[in-house]
Each structure stands twice: as C-alpha cells, then as structure tokens.
C-alpha cells in the first residue's frame, strides 16, 4: 500500500510518501507562506520526485492535531478534496501520537511538545511497553511550568516547543530532561504517513467527510466571539 502523509500543524509542513512501510520522500518547508498556497505544490513536487501518480495512492495520512488551527484546516480542505475526486480514504493522525513515534523505542517517558502560544505548550506523555507506544495522559494544552509538575524521572522531549522553553525545561527538570536534536522530530509526515498505513491496513479508517481536527483549546476568533 502507498500511503501519502500530511503535516500542516506547525510552520515546518511536510509531505511524505510511503510504500509498504518504507519511506520513499519526504519535502520539508519551513517558508512563511500560507498553506493555502504551498501545500499543493508541496504535494506536487512528492510525487513528481517519487514518480507516483494520485490514482497509485491508496490514502491519505493527515496530522489532525493539535496545532495550528489554520495550518490544520487547510490540510483537512484539502484531503477531503482529494477523497470527494478518488474515494480514497482520509487516515487522522494525532499529531503528538505521531512525534512521539519519530522516537525508535526508549524506556524513558517520551514528551512531544509544540509551541501553542500564549505561554503554552500542546503536549502529551507516551511510554513504549512490550515495543507499543502508549500514550499516559489526555492531549493538553498547558503552561510548561505544569507540564515539568508532572515529571518526575528522565523524560526525552521533541518537538518545536524545545526552541522556546528549552531552557525552562531544563531549569525545571536538569538533567532528567532530554532533548532531541533539530534533526529529529521537526517534520513528521513521514511518520503520519507510517502510522497511516498501519491504520489503514487493519481497516480503522474514519468517515472522510465528517472528520475534524483536534483543536485542544478554542480559537481567538471564538475567544472574541464569546468576550461580546
């Protein structure tokens, strides 16, 4: 199964392509650009590079949050597209289930973490057990201060939220935090991708057309809506 995977819940957007559990390409892009403007010619150049027309793939990965809440509802738009021109499935991802999974196995607590802003971070605790990553807690929007409350041995961090409260953590927590490098778990389409397509194989597929992001917390728009 060919299985193409989508990242639009961070500025870092990616596009993946995986054949039968191996990854194929991935395009990284980290313009400012909207999504709106990017992500089809981002999805274009995947499948020139892999010479992989749109009627050979079998699904659509999709990084369903939480995130950006833009970045989130354009990459939706767009697979649902796809699914009303092919009928080939749309596969949600959560976007800290697929981050956590950038990591190969560890006995260590894993902690993705994306910068939400306004002093906030989304954020979860996975554990891999018998080689499964399982998730501890609920997706959480939190201050990162309550976050390091609720860490009390080594914890590996990853994710674009170490750019900003790197040093927090570290204030916090010493030296049972660690953290990955850049090159690790910036871009995760490959990873939604692989994930997708174990989903896909065992038939746990949601209805394409009433699929929605997870947005953790309301938008400004209805934080405003509701202050009038």
């Keep these: 199964m060919i299985v193409l995977g989508i990242d639009t819940s961070t500025l870092l957007g990616s596009v993946a392509v995986v054949d039968n559990g191996r990854l194929v390409y991935e395009d990284i892009d980290n ?4 999504y ?17 027309n749109m009627d050979r793939i079998d699904g659509y990965a999709l990084a369903i949050g939480p995130g950006s809440f833009t970045g989130l509802r354009i990459g939706l738009s767009i697979c649902k597209g796809f699914f009303a021109a092919t009928g080939k499935p749309i596969i949600g991802v959560d976007t800290l289930y697929a981050l956590a999974n950038t990591l190969t196995y560890s006995s260590n607590i894993i902690c993705p973490i994306l910068n939400a802003k306004k002093g906030e971070v989304y954020s979860a ?10 998730k501890l807690t609920d997706d959480m929007a939190v201050n990162p201060e309550r976050l390091c409350s609720m860490i009390n041995e ?7 939220g170490i750019d900003v409260y790197r040093e927090l953590l570290s204030e916090r927590l010493g030296n049972t935090a660690i953290f990955t490098p850049k090159t690790k778990g910036y ?7 692989e994930i997708g397509l174990r989903k896909l194989e065992r038939g ?10 997870k947005y953790i917390r309301r938008s400004e728009a209805e934080i405003k809506w509701n202050k009038k």
């Design 125 to 134: 605790l996975y554990r891999y057990k018998d080689n499964h990553l399982n």
């Design 187 to 193: 871009s995760n389409a490959a990873s939604i991708a």
């Design 154 to 160: 080594p914890a590996i961090f990853v994710g674009d």
């Design 36 to 52: 709106s403007k990017r992500l089809l010619l981002m999805i274009d150049n995947v499948l020139k590079r892999t010479v992989i």
């Design 31 to 34: 313009t400012k650009t909207s």
């Design 204 to 213: 746990d597929v949601p209805n394409a057309m009433t699929l929605k992001p």
